[in-house]
Antibody
Framework: EVQLVESGGELVQPGGSLRLSCAAS????????MNWVRQAPGKGLEWVSV????????DYADSVKGRFTISRDNSKNTLYLQMNSLRAEDTAIYYC???????????????WGQGTLVTVSA | EIVLTQSPGTLALSPGERATLSCRAS???????LAWYQQRPGQAPRLLMF???SRATGIPDRFSGSGSGTDFSLTISRLEPEDFAVYYC?????????FGGGTKVEIK
């Protein structure tokens, strides 16, 4: 059974940094692209970033480009999101979500973690 | 960026009734790369449909998807109590991936 467990969310001040992690099990991790998707309190879903199975290809939403960096360690079955220059509007639950194939493009999300809450506030 | 508009915003129905949810794209969705997700309160989203009309693993056949180009729909033939939730469409044909604003299906 595929399991995705996010961690690292917490209260951080505007301008601060945070690194989220997503531990994956029950799958051959390197065979699948991985996404981060976020949801502000009471709002809809917003795609944040994707990384290919090998880690060689990444893509970002314009709202986070230049501030967030997605990466993965396939030896540890773990996905990361480094978040810098955080803003109040980055406050959200951050979900990691598996794609159905290795390529980082044209993917939906077939498995989701339970999410980790990031709150950006002074 | 492809903007997805979902309607209605809220759908109030009774168990056993049929629900039809709409998702309209601002431009054509490449290769009909459109998915639907269900999100129950306090839970993560769950994949229902991909490729417009293919059901994800374990999704009952009362859920069906249709459409092409810019107009898509999700139909729940007979609502069960566990189907009352928020539903999102997503296009994954072009970057950035985008979601619709959601349709809440609530008990009438």
């Amino acid at each position: 059974e595929v399991q995705l467990v996010e961690s690292g969310g917490e209260l951080v001040q505007p301008g601060g940094s945070l690194r989220l992690s997503c531990a994956a099990s029950g799958l051959t991790f390197s065979s699948f692209a991985m996404n981060w998707v976020r949801q502000a309190p009471g709002k809809g879903l917003e795609w944040v970033s994707v990384i290919s199975g090998s880690g060689s290809t990444t893509d970002y939403a314009d709202s986070v480009k230049g501030r967030f960096t997605i990466s993965r360690d396939n030896s540890k079955n773990t996905l990361y999101l480094q978040m810098n220059s955080l803003r109040a509007e980055d406050t959200a639950i951050y979900y990691c979500a598996k794609a159905p194939r290795r390529s980082g493009s044209s993917n939906y999300c077939d498995y989701w973690g339970q999410g980790t809450l990031v709150t950006v506030s002074a | 960026e492809i903007v997805l508009t979902q309607s209605p915003g809220t759908l109030a129905l009774s168990p056993g009734e049929r629900a039809t949810l709409s998702c309209r794209a601002s431009q054509g969705v490449d290769n009909n790369n459109l998915a639907w997700y269900q999100q129950r309160p306090g839970q993560a989203p769950r994949l229902l449909m991909f490729g417009v009309s293919s059901r994800a693993t374990g999704i009952p056949d009362r859920f069906s998807g249709s459409g092409s180009g810019t107009d898509f729909s999700l139909t729940i033939s007979r609502l069960e109590p566990e189907d009352f939730a928020v539903y999102y469409c997503q296009q994954y044909g072009s970057s950035p991936l985008t979601f619709g604003g959601g349709t809440k299906v609530e008990i009438k």
